[in-house]
């Protein structure tokens, strides 16, 4: 299920076994605090905790022991165990067992980020796996705009949309963001300046507004991000890499036969960044990207073999950009 179903399905009643795994650690956590709010009682004695890199081999016995141990005057023991990829042996021999009998009287939580090696457990027996990947811009965008409504606080869905695309859709800093502008606003109506004002915004979607100004030619708002940036912690080197890499992606997004769903699976993107990757891309062009991404290579070499300071490097590149015909 995905995490915005957990929710409905724990009024249902418990499950056996979750598995909270995604990127997302915001989905991560308050995953597991629903859980425990729902079917945690007495927590100093019914709540135990393992950290799954500590349990290889036989000691995967001792979180086997721990679901098995009885609830202390209540109806559920929870045991969370996070980082858990067990190899296929490992499975088999200790939590294969456990998982085809698991005792009703526990709830075992399970928190992996995902991507790492190991037996894949959400296809397991017992197990319900709550899919904490990060969710689809509309999806974050949606939830800005109704916890600041809930707030008493009047947001226009574009600048919902803006919010969520700051913080680069990751729900961890969205919430921080949504929850600073609740206590500052109080209630009313959120302009877009003050949003501008108090929301941070990340650095890859600085990176993200400059090269958005460089597909639209606009020189001031490139000088003015770019400026930002630096102003950050951002060298020249650093500016160079970061329009190099988006320049790369977006002819190898651009050149690829693949549809925007499959070339999504293969490079861990979703399918609406890829549409929009492409959108950006045809609007530069395939020739252009392709002049872009060895002009940005060549000075990027030529800076770490001395032959240019990182300055004019960068000056180079941007008269390139901006001002050389198409």
């Given at each position: 299920?995905?995490?915005?179903?957990?929710?409905?399905?724990?009024?249902?009643?418990?499950?056996?076994?979750?598995?909270?795994?995604?990127?997302?650690?915001?989905?991560?956590?308050?995953?597991?605090?629903m859980i425990k709010k729902a079917f945690l009682e007495m927590p100093e004695l019914n709540y135990t905790v393992f950290e799954g890199e500590n349990l290889k081999g036989s000691a995967l016995s001792e979180l086997v022991a721990a679901v098995k141990n009885y609830p202390f005057m209540a109806e559920k023991r929870i045991i969370k165990v996070t980082d858990l990829y067990p190899s296929e042996s490992e499975f088999e021999t200790y939590l294969k067992p456990l998982f085809d009998d698991f005792p009703p009287t526990s709830v075992l939580i399970i928190v992996n980020v995902g991507g790492k090696r190991?037996?894949?457990?959400?296809?397991?027996?017992?197990?319900?796996?709550?899919?904490?990947?990060?969710?689809?811009?509309?999806?974050?965008?949606?939830?800005?705009?109704?916890t600041l409504k809930r707030a008493g606080i009047v947001c226009s869905v574009?600048?919902?949309?803006n919010i969520a695309a700051y913080c680069l859709y990751n729900m961890s800093r969205v919430s921080v963001e949504v929850q600073k502008l609740i206590d500052y606003k109080g209630q009313g109506e959120l302009t877009q300046a003050e949003i501008?004002?108090?929301?941070?915004?990340?650095?890859?979607?600085?990176?993200?507004?400059?090269?958005?100004?460089?597909?639209?030619?606009?020189?001031?708002?490139?000088?003015?991000?770019?400026?930002?940036?630096?102003?950050k912690g951002f060298d020249e080197i650093s500016v160079l890499n970061g329009l190099f890499s988006y320049f790369r992606n977006l002819l190898s997004a651009?050149?690829?036969?693949?549809?925007?769903?499959?070339?999504a699976a293969?490079?861990?993107?979703?399918?609406?960044?890829?549409?929009k990757t492409r959108e950006q891309a045809s609007q530069i062009g395939a020739n252009n990207l392709?002049?872009?991404?060895?002009?940005?290579?060549?000075?990027?070499?030529?800076?770490?073999c001395g032959v240019i300071t990182p300055l004019s490097a960068l000056q180079?590149?941007?008269?390139?950009?901006?001002f050389s015909g198409k």
């Open positions: 299920m995905k995490y915005t179903e957990l929710k409905d399905s724990i009024k249902d009643g418990a499950q056996k076994i979750y598995l909270l795994e995604g990127e997302d650690a915001y989905f991560r956590l308050n995953g597991e605090e190991g037996v894949d457990l959400k296809r397991k027996k017992a197990v319900t796996f709550v899919d904490c990947s990060k969710a689809e811009p509309e999806t974050v965008a949606r939830w800005v705009y109704i574009a600048s919902s949309e501008d004002e108090l929301v941070y915004k990340d650095a890859d979607y600085r990176i993200y507004e400059m090269t958005n100004a460089v597909a639209r030619r606009d020189f001031t708002k490139y000088c003015a991000v770019s400026a930002d940036l630096r102003s651009l050149s690829s036969p693949l549809s925007d769903g499959k070339y293969e490079n861990g993107m979703k399918e609406y960044a890829v549409k392709k002049n872009y991404v060895n002009l940005f290579y060549k000075s990027i070499a030529d800076v770490k180079i590149c941007e008269n390139t950009l901006f």
